[in-house]
């Protein structure tokens, strides 16, 4: 398998490549930015885009996923909880003082549950709302990887203070969903280094016993 993470865009949001080098697949998960890069280096390796993953309507994730859909033909994914979010995509490009991208409904609802990504590399959605309504992390079990979108960060948890933020629901959503993870589970934040469940199990303040 193919695995690559870097960060994008003015504030850095993690974007994730996923791909199969063998039946030539591939999917992205939150190109908030630089889709001409994303794109290129999908060419470079010989993939075809099947879907565009977003863990939720914040603009640093999702501002690049229409442009990328219109390049690879790939559908959208985004949870029906984040519509009203994505509506605001233009408030959120002022507020960071950038320009508005183009923003269409998302092609499927990423509901908890679904199974996404590739054949070889599938991933169950696991609805962890509370950052936003309609955030998600999506758990690749065979790979012991969770990408917790701005859910859980090494240290700390996503903001509940922006519009559709919820602190009692972010804090439950970590302690259900994702402290049932065993804690060899690696997490691949939406920004920052990456950390394992245990680790955050141990140290991280938000998540102590309640
Ligand atoms: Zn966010």
């Given at each position: 398998?193919?695995?690559?993470?870097?960060?994008?865009?003015?504030?850095?949001?993690?974007?994730?490549?996923?791909?199969?080098?063998?039946?030539?697949?591939?999917?992205?998960?939150?190109?908030?930015?630089?889709?001409?890069?994303?794109?290129?280096?999908?060419?470079?390796?010989?993939?075809?885009?099947?879907q565009?993953l977003?863990?939720?309507?914040?603009?640093?994730?999702?501002?690049?996923?229409?442009?990328?859909?219109?390049?690879?033909?790939?559908?959208?994914f985004l949870n029906e909880?984040?519509?009203?979010?994505?509506?605001?995509?233009?408030?959120?490009?002022?507020?960071?003082?950038?320009?508005?991208?183009?923003?269409?409904?998302?092609?499927e609802s990423l509901n908890d549950g679904l199974i996404v990504g590739?054949?070889?590399?599938p991933a169950q959605v696991l609805h962890?709302?509370?950052?936003?309504?309609?955030?998600v992390?999506l758990h690749?079990?065979?790979?012991?990887?969770?990408?917790?979108?701005?859910?859980?960060?090494?240290?700390?948890?996503?903001?509940?203070?922006?519009?559709?933020?919820?602190?009692?629901?972010?804090?439950?959503?970590?302690?259900?969903?994702?402290?049932?993870?065993?804690?060899?589970?690696?997490?691949?934040?939406?920004?920052?280094?990456?950390?394992?469940?245990?680790?955050?199990?141990?140290?991280?303040?938000?998540?102590?016993?309640?």
């Open positions: 398998m193919i695995f690559e993470s870097f960060p994008v865009g003015p504030i850095a949001c993690n974007c994730t490549i996923l791909g199969d080098e063998e039946a030539h697949e591939a999917i992205v998960i939150d190109p908030g930015d630089e889709v001409s890069r994303i794109h290129s280096r999908l060419t470079e390796l010989g993939l075809k885009l099947k565009i977003v863990t939720h309507a914040h603009i640093d994730h999702v501002g690049g996923a229409l442009k990328l859909k219109r390049l690879t033909g790939a559908p959208i909880n984040d519509l009203p979010l994505l509506k605001t995509l233009e408030s959120q490009a002022a507020w960071l003082g950038v320009r508005a991208p183009e923003f269409a409904p998302p092609d590739l054949e070889r590399c962890t709302p509370g950052h936003t309504q309609g955030s992390c690749f079990t065979p790979l012991k990887l969770l990408v917790a979108g701005d859910t859980l960060f090494a240290g700390s948890i996503g903001r509940t203070d922006l519009p559709g933020g919820d602190y009692a629901q972010i804090i439950d959503s970590l302690h259900t969903r994702l402290l049932a993870l065993p804690d060899e589970t690696q997490v691949l934040s939406g920004h920052g280094p990456v950390t394992t469940i245990g680790e955050e199990r141990r140290s991280n303040p938000f998540l102590q016993s309640r």
